[in-house]
């Protein structure tokens, strides 16, 4: 009888140093620096530039860094500050380019989040790539996006996705777009419920199935009930190469700054828009030799060239631009840094995951 109350004393006192084990584990963890605030300034052509980094420790087990976007869709706008504290976000900055045509904002670029492409405009510019580790890819990324009928042995390019349907392009909406097309009556529509079965044909501003998507072509005719039959099974394929191949999460900037550690711009190599290239207000992400992840804005006006000089001053290895001018702000929790209140269509957000 003593030797079992024994036992069970030194199975309590076992179990209660297993708690305090875990306790002072956990708490050296949420205590550790995660992120560090950084201002300093500098000059471009003799004038003042306010520079705003924070920079994130990426070996920390929890962090994750993730897309948000504006109000959970493609085409809406929300200020940066406000995706963050939707998102319970720890640090945000301004996301990708967008461009405003027929009262729709459309990203420019390619857009992915938990391996589901939210938008695509075809074009292939710099982008930032997270893969399943959690390792960090920044370079042009190699993904297409095809439209497969697999019965029938057809294949489709995909031109865009949650995109204004340009001329004889083949676009796909879904929920992420919003509840219908919005499109004109210039073309057909399909529509494609959960089960990734063909269930109707539409002319304009198609509803989005639940759960399902709607393809959009420009291009009138019977052909079209043709080539897309009811009942017949239709899905999309994300194909991914090299480095590639495991990104669950992407974000479109462009140019390119820093490539293995030296000033690598892209400009030019990517025939960006001219406008760019002149003196503005930049933001920019990288990555350092030690798996730090730098988010920086530079408030006042400087080139591309500058930035780069930036942030391979930082310690960069690899860094990238983000949209700028009236769209560069910076977020940190219980801290104003840039407050800018233009509403943007997303922003990268950083926060603890466990």
Not at 169 to 182: C, D, S
Request: glycine share 8%; with cysteine; proline share 3%.
């Amino acid at each position: 009888m003593i030797k079992k109350n024994y036992k069970n004393y030194y199975k309590v006192l076992f179990k209660l140093l297993i708690v305090f084990l875990f306790l002072i584990t956990n708490n050296s963890i949420a205590n550790a620096k995660l992120i560090d605030y950084i201002f300093f300034k500098d000059t471009f052509n003799g004038k003042k530039i306010n520079c705003h980094a924070i920079k994130v420790d990426l070996n920390h087990p929890f962090v994750k860094i993730d897309l948000a976007l504006a109000y959970n869709n493609t085409n809406r706008r929300e200020t940066v500050k406000s995706m963050a504290k939707r998102t319970g976000a720890l640090v945000a900055i301004n996301g990708s380019f967008f461009h405003s045509r027929r009262g729709i904002d459309s990203v420019v670029g390619l857009l992915i989040s938990n391996n589901i492409v939210l938008a695509d405009s075809g074009h292939r510019r710099t982008s930032l790539g997270i893969t399943e580790d959690r390792k960090i890819i920044i370079g042009i990324p190699k993904i297409r996006n095809i439209l497969v009928l697999p019965e029938l042995g057809k294949v489709f390019k995909i031109n865009g996705i949650n995109q204004i349907r340009g001329n004889k392009h083949l676009t796909i909406y879904n929920r992420y777009f919003g509840t219908h097309t919005r499109t004109n009556k210039l073309g057909r529509e399909i529509l494609v419920d959960k089960n990734n079965m063909i269930v109707a044909y539409k002319i304009k501003n198609s509803p989005i199935p639940q759960g399902g998507f709607v393809i959009s072509i420009d291009k009138a005719g019977s052909e079209i009930a043709e080539e897309f039959p009811l009942g017949a099974r239709v899905y999309i394929d994300s194909i991914r190469e090299a480095e590639w191949k495991n990104v669950r999460t992407l974000i479109t900037g462009s140019p390119q700054l820093v490539k293995n550690g030296k000033i690598y711009n892209t400009f030019f190599k990517e025939k960006l828009n001219p406008s760019i290239k002149y003196p503005a207000q930049r933001s920019a992400i990288g990555l350092t030799h030690n798996n730090k992840f730098i988010m920086l804005t530079a408030i006042g006006k400087l080139t591309l060239t500058k930035l780069a000089q930036i942030m391979k001053r930082l310690g960069c290895i690899e860094a990238l631009a983000l949209d700028g001018g009236g769209s560069v702000d910076l977020y940190m929790k219980g801290k104003n840094i840039t407050n800018n209140n233009r509403p943007v269509t997303n922003s990268i957000i950083v926060r603890l995951e466990n």
